[in-house]
């Protein structure tokens, strides 16, 4: 039985920023000082958002490229200025980005990465990742066949939501709407420009059917105009909506030195003890068995009443039978019903025994 870093590539970003809500995370993980975190990195940003609560965070990655990008962005972080900082991530404009990442202090292995992908520092990391460039294309050319700008600013505006739920009714659920977001978040669309083909391994039914529902709430129960998942799908930049490490980038500043960053598995890297467990949505492209035996090992690593927090994307996965584990479903299903980054099925939480 393969495993999914023999399946998937891992040598390309394939996440520039995180997709997953970090207010979520972070109110389910109840991150504070003298408390441990196991994390997937991807991109940072949600290792960042534990760190500014004062916990000390090891964020673990199969590939080298992503924690490279995690490395970057602390250094930035550490170095730059809140206005420069910006500039240089990407999320507002400057010309002179390869002159900032030179001034920058990084270990030699992940400035010989950077060296030779001056093109993503130049056009603002936050732009680098597969994931991102799906989104670009989307942008580019699907979304003006369907709404225009106007169309597409009134989507972020502020308004109650009466008014979302209408405004998505008589102008943005066109048939034009429908039709393209089936055909570009289906499966094939998102397995060859999106998320790699592994990562679908698992999924039965409608790719798209699912993702529209979750769309739909997003644009129509929760605020639009302070989602900055939307916000950077529409516009191609998070604006002033910031995710959750740049809105906390003083407390974030000073824990920097608290992030260790391991190259291997999550089980890998569960060396010690810890009181958290922030594992993306792993489980979704994981077969079944090996989901129970990497339980197991986070289980050995786990203080008493450690949390785990994940999301399920397409596949419903939560612990394997038998593992010594309490569901908070309820506290979970709370949390989830506030979720900004509207792709996902499902959040799982739940309390080592």
Same mark, same amino acid.
């Given at each position: ?16 920023n ?25 991109? $940072?940003?949600?290792a ?16 080298a ?8 962005k ?15 991530l ?7 980005r390869?002159?900032?990442y030179?001034? /920058?202090?990084?270990?030699n292995?992940?400035r010989?990465y ?6 993503a520092?130049?056009?603002g ?19 003006p *066949? ?19 739920? $209408? *405004?998505?009714?008589?102008?943005w ?10 055909? *570009?978040?289906?499966? *094939?669309?998102?397995?060859?420009? $999106? ?9 039965e $039914? ?15 129960? /929760? ?5 900055p998942?939307m ?104 949390l ?9 099925s ?6 080592? /025994?």
């Amino acid at each position: 039985m393969t495993r999914i870093e023999e399946r998937a590539r891992f040598d390309i970003i394939r996440y520039a920023n995180s997709w997953e809500d970090a207010d979520v995370l972070c109110a389910a993980l109840r991150p504070a000082p003298g408390k441990r975190m196991l994390a997937i990195a991807a991109s $940072g940003d949600n290792a960042f958002a534990l760190l500014a609560e004062g916990a000390d965070v090891v964020a673990v990655d199969l590939s080298a490229t992503q924690l490279a990008l995690v490395e970057l962005k602390r250094a930035a972080i550490r170095t730059l200025d809140d206005n420069t900082l910006f500039g240089f991530l990407g999320i507002a404009e400057m010309r002179d980005r390869v002159n900032v990442y030179r001034s /920058l202090e990084l270990p030699n292995d992940f400035r010989a990465y950077w060296d030779a992908n001056l093109d993503a520092i130049e056009h603002g990391v936050i732009h680098a990742g597969r994931f991102e460039n799906y989104f670009r294309l989307f942008r580019k050319w699907v979304l003006p *066949f369907v709404h225009s700008r106007r169309d597409v600013e009134a989507l972020l505006g502020d308004r109650s939501r009466e008014e979302r739920q $209408g *405004f998505y009714d008589e102008r943005w659920n066109t048939w034009r709407w429908r039709a393209m977001f089936r055909v *570009f978040f289906s499966r *094939f669309v998102m397995g060859r420009t $999106g998320r790699d083909p592994e990562f679908f391994r698992y999924v039965e $039914g409608s790719v798209a059917e699912r993702i529209m529902k979750r769309a739909e709430y997003a644009m129509t129960v /929760l605020p639009v105009h302070t989602n900055p998942y939307m916000t950077f799908i529409f516009t191609g930049n998070y604006r002033a909506t910031l995710p959750r490490y740049l809105r906390k980038l003083e407390a974030l500043r000073n824990n920097l030195d608290k992030l260790t960053l391991v190259r291997g598995s999550i089980e890998d890297a569960a060396q010690g003890k810890f009181d958290g467990y922030y594992l993306s949505d792993i489980f979704e492209y994981i077969d079944p068995t090996i989901t129970a035996a990497i339980y197991g090992k986070l289980l050995d690593a786990a203080n008493p009443g450690a949390r785990f927090a994940y999301w399920n994307l397409l596949v419903p996965r939560s612990a394997p039978p038998g593992t010594p584990v309490r569901e908070l479903r309820e506290e979970a299903d709370a949390l989830f019903a506030k979720d900004l980054a509207f792709f996902y099925s499902r959040f799982v939480l739940e309390e080592a /025994l």
